[in-house]
């Protein structure tokens, strides 16, 4: 009997040589060892690797910063998701793509075209000015970082309120904010959404505390 495995692409960009190192990796990959994709050149490596929860935990070179960034998403977000994207917490450039193959190429073309025109830029200063000029709208891509943040705490119950017990938490959606809330006790927490800086630094939260 041929069991069909679940399987996704994955692809980072190498801060040595700025290509994009692409795979296909299938669950069965995961069960052991590490997962390690190495870019062409050698010089950078992209690792990925299955917890006892059943997530998968990335260390991701970043083409901004000097280090990896280390992340940690769901089962479902890493095999099921025709496109899931990870921007560097600091510069907001796209540093890993996962999904469907044809979903990853695409995203990778997008990013490729923005990075090339933010390299007429000085710095991160401005990437902030910009958001500044938009004022109180914000792009929809920081509605589904946050939201996919406040899903995984959540499920991991990493969101306090003031219950003893578990809360009840619920979302709302404003004009430039979404308010995390327990319907049991009331506690509640305001995060923007105009920023998109902080939202990508928001992919870093490793708990909510509601007041």
């Known amino acids: 009997m041929i069991l069909n495995q679940k399987q996704t ?17 299938g669950a069965f ?28 935990r990335l260390s991701v070179p970043c083409v901004a910063c000097s280090s990896n960034h280390s ?18 917490s600091l510069s907001g450039i796209d540093i890993c793509f996962i999904g469907k193959e044809k979903a990853v190429a695409e995203a990778v073309d997008a990013s490729n075209k923005e990075l090339l025109a933010m390299l007429g830029e000085e710095d991160i200063s401005a990437i902030k000015n910009e958001e500044k000029d938009r004022g109180e709208l914000y792009d929809p891509h920081n509605l589904e970082i946050i939201r996919f943040v406040i899903n995984e705490l959540n499920e991991d119950g990493q969101i306090y309120c003031n219950c003893k017990d578990k809360g009840d938490i619920c979302c ?10 327990c319907v049991k006790c009331g506690a509640s927490l305001d995060i923007s959404l105009t920023s998109t800086i902080k939202a990508h630094e928001f992919l870093e939260a490793d708990k909510l505390i509601l007041k």
């Open 9 to 25: 692409t994955l692809a980072y960009r190498c801060p040595a040589c700025g290509g994009v190192a692409t795979s296909m990796v």
């Open 71 to 88: 992340y940690t998403i769901s089962n479902s977000v890493f095999f099921d998701s025709d496109i899931f994207v990870i921007p560097c």
């Open 172 to 181: 709302d959606v404003y004009d430039d904010y979404i308010k995390v809330r």
């Open 29 to 56: 990959s995961l069960s052991g060892s590490l997962f390690r994709l190495r870019c062409e050149c050698h010089e950078s490596e992209m690792s990925v690797e299955k917890t006892n929860d059943g997530k998968m």
